[in-house]
């Protein structure tokens, strides 16, 4: 237990360099409030705090404007802020963000936490839409951001209602997902964060789909709408919108798992559903701070005697040789290209991913990578040994069936030295490569 631990620490601090002093968005439903993993949200959030993280949080009234509106006998004419907000919704609405935004200014105090809840949101009519007015629902028109960044530099936390006024002292009942882009937008956060009671996105098989680029969540609403719940539809809706307009990650996670949203934030796999805009994956040559990384997947394939074992001494003296694949900013994946130049030839080796992230295509991804390194240093063949893995060599790399001859003179000695009969695989370089590769 105490390994785990520490273990899930040292991949908390791994993270947190790149998001000191940067802004998080928190989107809260308010459903989210009155769960009973509220309190450790809040624990999570001091934590955040803790690593000189900025939080500013956006919270949802729907769920406490359904209750209070049965309490007083009315029906309301529209519960998210997206719909016709009447007079009587509005004075529900504004009563109910109210209580929701108490309730977490309590829970920020009593974890130690300065918080306020600023009139940072210029709100205008949302006006009259496919010719009906929609009354007191309102749109932002402007995010004072130095005032809430003002509250940042000093160690406040912002809490955001979804309710805005205008220059006259009118109010207009907002929608919490679109007011969470706008505070985004306006802070540069580097992430949103939704916390809803459904969790991620679900394709249409049930499961969660973890990660979509800005352009592929545009085509997955296109595609599933009618399949998606309202709350699906209106979060990926506007992590698109958040993404399109500049924010790098934004997560769609469930705020009643505990310990979810540390799980989605510090650590590579997440809990929910994750839409990014920048370059989330890429692949780099290694550097001697990813020697320990890369030793760990050469470990994981040698235990699956998918690898040769490798000393630390070795790859400390080869990590020039390296290429890692990277989710995050963490190493998943390796795979090294060792070169004969006497024969014009370069061997790909030590390929490997781990095993939780097997299955998504990152092995070709790095296969196409290193032939393509090796065709701009000249290499006239690439080639490579495996045991487990000759179809896929084939199949996806496109490689051909060789023997030991093939292999350049001091290599082959060391295949006979071995003695694992690993099967020779060869590609001419020469040729064009294939669209893709």
């Known amino acids: 237990m105490m390994h785990a631990r520490l273990t899930y620490f040292r991949e908390i601090l791994r993270y ?7 802004v998080f968005v928190i989107a809260l439903d308010g459903a989210v409030v009155e769960d009973e993993n509220f309190p450790n949200l809040l624990l999570d959030i001091a934590l955040l705090r803790s690593l000189s993280i900025r939080v500013v949080l956006v919270h949802g009234a729907a769920h406490q404007i359904r209750k209070y ?34 309730e977490i200014l309590e829970g920020l105090q009593a974890n130690d936490l300065r918080a306020v809840c600023p009139n940072a949101l210029v709100a205008h009519p949302k006006g009259i839409l496919g010719g009906v007015d929609h009354l007191n629902t309102g749109r932002v028109e402007r995010v004072d951001g130095l005032f809430l960044q003002t509250l940042l530099e000093h160690d406040i936390i912002p ?3 979804p309710i805005g006024c205008d220059g006259a002292g009118n109010s207009y009942r907002l929608n919490s997902d679109a007011v969470a882009v706008e505070v985004a937008t306006a802070l540069r956060a580097v992430k949103l964060i939704y916390l809803t009671t459904e969790g991620g996105v679900r394709d249409p098989r049930g ?28 979060k990926l809706d506007h992590a698109v919108r958040a993404g399109k307009e ?3 990650r934004i997560h769609i996670i469930d705020g009643r798992e505990q310990e979810g949203l540390l799980g989605e934030v510090f650590s590579n796999e997440g809990i929910g559903t994750l839409v990014y805009t920048n370059e989330y ?32 001494a070795d790859l400390e003296k080869q990590i020039g040789d390296y290429y890692v694949f990277e989710v995050d900013r963490n190493p998943v994946a390796c795979a090294a290209l060792h070169a004969y130049p006497e024969q014009n030839k370069v061997e790909l080796a030590s390929v490997f991913v781990d095993e939780r992230y097997a299955n998504q295509g990152i092995g070709v991804k ?23 893995a000759i179809n896929y060599f084939v199949q996806k790399g496109g490689f051909r069936l060789g023997t030991p001859e093939d292999l350049p003179p001091s290599r082959r000695e060391r295949y006979e030295l071995n003695g694992r009969n690993s099967q020779v695989l060869l590609k001419s370089l020469t040729e064009a490569p294939k669209p893709g590769g």
């Open 159 to 161: 809490v955001v209602p």
């Open 207 to 234: 499961e969660i789909v973890r990660q979509l680029t800005v352009e592929e969540g545009e085509a997955f609403l296109k595609k599933n709408r009618q399949d998606l719940s309202p709350g699906e539809v209106t």
């Open 69 to 102: 509106a049965a309490m007083v006998h009315l029906t309301p004419s529209n519960l998210d802020g997206t719909g016709i907000t009447d007079r009587d919704t509005l004075q529900v609405a504004i009563t109910a963000a109210n209580r929701v935004t108490h």
């Open 246 to 248: 500049g924010v790098e």
């Open 16 to 22: 947190v360099p790149g998001f000191r002093d940067r």
């Open 366 to 388: 790095l296969i196409h990578y290193a032939e393509n390194q090796a065709r701009a240093r000249k290499f006239g063949e690439l080639f490579c040994l495996s045991t487990q």
């Open 281 to 312: 994956q890429s692949i780099r040559q290694a550097q001697k701070k990813d020697i320990r990384a890369v030793f760990q997947l050469i470990q994981q394939g040698v235990r699956a005697d998918e690898l040769v074992k490798r000393t630390r």
